[in-house]
């Protein structure tokens, strides 16, 4: 396990708090259930208000790293870990109309975490560690987000869904409090773009304009391009396959034993894969995950049985295995020191778009032509996996850098 030798303390800091934060942060998950239950909302007011909340999101994600280049990530970071765990403590004392406000500025302030963190990890953990460190901080979330639901539950059902908001709220403060003591001062430094001349990078006060660093290497822009198609398709799974499973006899325990298949294998595999291929090129190791993906959907085609079921969930899962934590390494070691926070910002937006657009596209695709969807969604990730393993075979840009391959 060498490679694990070459994180940082600080990320596995970042870990640690993140596996305890992911454990009580499921109350976006009922969200519905609480609008329509304890709160009283229609179906309709709690599906806008479910949809604004994922928009801020979403916002949250494009936006954090922008923040953290000026600011400094470690900053930012606690800015919006205190405010998201402020405004979600709250919730059960507020009136139902503050809401509105109160839920859409908790997510942002949620999205501008996720952005942050990756950026933080990115300026703290050198060029040829980048995969293993992110797929360290991805096996905590997800080994918290197993345990989760079922303490949620029992939350809901023998206290009130109240107390799932206030639980999130301050293990969100306490996540604060822990990058305030546990994770140093000096890692701020690095995040603030003071860095190093040479290499393309920028110097402090620099007005860096981000359309040209990007231009200047082009299978970012590719990779960012398939990886914002492949996350409409990959969320599939939370919005029209739950209902063609349910159309064509498969009950909701199907469903749930399918998402544990999803959960089980990325916590047992993820790190290892990120270790035993950390010396691989990053880009034909994303489009194989992204074909495999294709492919995931590809194997509904003959219909919806438990064979053709489950087929589809392990071959999702193995591409989302394969394609997220390479991509988003890949991105961070693209990325010059002065805009690292902006890339990873729009890696971060694209990457969990499907939040937004996924539900309404699939919906509308499977309400009109029920045949189609599984068809377009294949074809749409066969693409994007193609598009991402011809740009591996490019010819590096100006600004483009070889990856860094680690030490033994």
């Known amino acids: 396990m060498g490679g694990l030798r070459d994180v940082p303390r600080t990320v596995w800091l970042l870990a640690a708090g993140h596996f305890v934060n992911m454990v009580v942060s499921v109350s976006f998950a009922y969200l519905f259930l609480y ?55 709250a919730v059960p004392l507020l009136p139902t109309p503050a809401l509105c406000a109160a839920l859409p500025l908790a997510q942002y302030a949620a999205g501008v975490q996720r952005a942050t963190t990756s950026a933080l990890v990115a ?99 590719v990779l960012l391009s398939a990886i914002l198609v492949t996350d409409v398709v ?5 919005s029209t396959f739950p209902v063609f499973l349910a159309g064509h006899g498969l009950d909701v325990g199907v469903y749930g034993a399918l998402l544990a298949i999803n959960g089980a294998v990325l916590l047992c595999l993820e790190l290892p894969a990120a270790l035993a291929l950390r010396r691989r090129a990053p880009l034909p190791i994303v489009g194989t995950g992204l074909l495999l993906v294709a492919a995931g959907y590809g194997a509904l085609l003959p219909g919806a049985h438990i064979a053709t079921a489950v087929a589809m969930m392990t071959l999702l899962t193995l591409g989302e295995l394969l394609y ?19 890339f990873q910002s729009l890696y971060a937006g694209v990457s969990i778009s499907g939040v937004v657009l996924a539900a309404p596209l699939g919906g509308a695709l499977y309400e009109t032509a029920p045949g189609l969807l599984w068809p377009v969604c294949a074809g749409l990730g066969a693409a994007a996996g193609g598009a991402v393993l011809w740009a591996g075979r490019w010819k590096r840009g100006a600004g483009e850098r070889a990856a860094p391959m680690p030490g033994p």
């Open 324 to 342: 997220k934590t390479p991509a988003t390494a890949y991105v961070a070691d693209q990325a010059p020191d002065h805009v690292q926070g902006r």
């Open 234 to 238: 990959y969320r599939q799974q939370y």
């Open 35 to 89: 609008l329509t239950g304890p709160r009283g909302l229609g179906t309709g007011a709690a599906g806008l208000l479910s949809g604004i909340g994922g928009a801020g999101l979403v916002a949250g994600n494009f936006t954090g790293g922008w923040y953290g280049d000026k600011c400094g990530h470690r900053r930012v970071l606690l800015a919006a870990a205190t405010t998201g765990g402020g405004l979600l403590a």
């Open 123 to 221: 300026t703290v953990v050198p060029e040829g560690a980048r995969r293993q460190a992110y797929a360290v901080v991805r096996a905590a979330s997800n080994g918290g987000f197993t345990i989760a639901p079922v303490l949620a539950a029992l939350v809901a059902t023998r206290l009130s869904y109240d107390w799932l908001y206030v639980a999130e709220g301050v293990g969100s403060l306490a996540f604060a409090c822990w990058i305030a003591r546990m994770v140093p001062v000096d890692a701020q430094a690095l995040t603030t773009g003071t860095a190093t001349a040479g290499g393309g990078r920028g110097s402090a006060g620099e007005d860096v304009r981000l359309w040209p660093v990007l231009r200047a290497r082009p299978a970012v822009l």
